[in-house]
């Protein structure tokens, strides 16, 4: 069966005569997004009136972040990263010594690692093994105990591509009254990603959401708002200036969501770039999108396996997303033999990362594949 792209890669920069599969680490640049930046200067400059407008189409890319997750805008902060999200969990819950944060053993640093600072006062970081490269939920609900605070988890796994059941694990983990807090960095933007399950939920920009650097949308669920104290305070937090009054105040509140998450000016033109990228997503249609994917990632993973590689990204299509891996101990030569050849994949770490998004077809899969065999 063919697989005809869904976008033309001709929508891209820089993209002619190059087979690009590696949005799981640095997605290509859409052409459209030029205008957007000649757009921002234009605002720049005209001072309030200018600054008054850039506000107003972040608190529409607000809404749009908001459709793409099912989620209420107002619980749509824009952080700087994804692992400010898990780090503000860290760093605003009330923890005791006993408590315990259940990840997994394969998890990226800011997630796995965002819990670091609270060793030292007693709190574990319980890191439950994969089997066979599977991670599985039970395990992870298993590890679980009444002591549990978060279960911090990527929604799909950065080096193996298996997207996990956040349904499933939303409802173990509130049966334990934990928080589920979910970086869904290689979700969002080519699989569903039902952030209204989560407690926290947050993504960067620059891979499947076709943005840029500096902006990740974060959900926070009222039930985590409620037990997390801000720990950065600024101008857009606090009710700071009440009736115009500019004499601060010895007590001064704190603002709900979604400014609670925002002490400061988000990065505005990168939610610019994200709203442009927002409407292409959007249009497509997010079913769509996954089940390109999910097809791209079978077309792979059975390619390289008739190539005698072990791929370690499941087979099940539910836990597949667009990215497909497999191990070699010559992950580098193989990502430079493919780079020299003009196709772009992501090889570190012992395995090889082949990911396909809405402007790749089978055409880039069969490539990809004969340049493997013949490496």
Not at 37 to 51: P, T, V
Request: proline fraction near 5%; aromatic fraction near 6%.
């Amino acid at each position: 069966m063919k697989i005809e792209p869904l976008i033309s890669p001709d929508a891209f920069v820089g993209l002619e005569g190059v087979t690009h599969l590696c949005t799981g680490g640095e997605a290509p640049w859409m052409k459209s997004h030029q205008s957007v930046y000649a757009d921002f200067a234009r605002l720049k400059s005209r001072g309030y009136e200018g600054r008054g407008e850039v506000a107003a189409r972040t608190e529409a890319c607000r809404k749009k972040v908001a459709r793409l997750w099912n989620v209420p805008a107002g619980r749509v902060a824009f952080m700087p990263s994804s692992a400010e999200g898990m780090n503000w969990l860290a760093r605003g819950l009330d923890w005791s010594a006993g408590d315990n944060i259940v990840t997994t053993s394969l998890e990226f640093p800011s997630v796995g690692y965002a819990w670091k600072s609270l060793e030292a006062e007693g709190v574990a970081v319980r890191r439950v093994p994969h089997c066979r490269w599977i991670v599985r939920e039970e395990d992870l609900l298993g590890a679980m105990d009444a002591r549990t605070r978060v279960l911090a988890v990527s929604q799909v796994s950065f080096y193996t591509g298996q997207c996990l059941d956040l349904q499933r694990l939303a409802e173990g983990a509130s049966r334990r009254g934990a928080l589920l807090a979910v970086d869904a960095t290689h979700g969002s933007g080519v699989v569903e990603v039902p952030a209204g399950v989560t407690d926290l939920c947050v993504s960067s920009s620059y891979k499947w959401m076709l943005a840029t650097h500096g902006v990740a949308p974060c959900y926070l669920s009222p039930r985590a708002e409620s037990r997390t104290a801000a720990t950065c305070f600024g101008w857009r937090n606090l009710v700071a200036w009440p009736r115009d009054q500019m004499e601060a105040l010895p007590d001064v509140p704190i603002r709900p969501m979604p400014e609670k998450m925002e002490p400061g000016n988000p990065s505005l033109v990168s939610i610019m770039f994200l709203s442009n990228a927002l409407d292409v997503l959007l249009s497509t249609g997010m079913d769509r999108i996954q089940e390109h994917a999910r097809q791209l990632s079978a077309r792979i993973a059975a390619g390289l396996e008739r190539l005698g590689y072990t791929v370690i990204t499941p087979g099940e299509s539910s836990a597949r997303s667009g990215n497909t891996c497999f191990l070699s101990a010559e992950a580098g030569k193989i990502h430079d033999h493919l780079r020299s050849r003009g196709i772009l994949v992501w090889g570190e770490l012992g395995r090889v990362r082949i990911s396909g998004h809405l402007y790749n077809g089978s055409r880039d899969v069969d490539r990809v594949l004969a340049a493997l065999a013949g490496s």
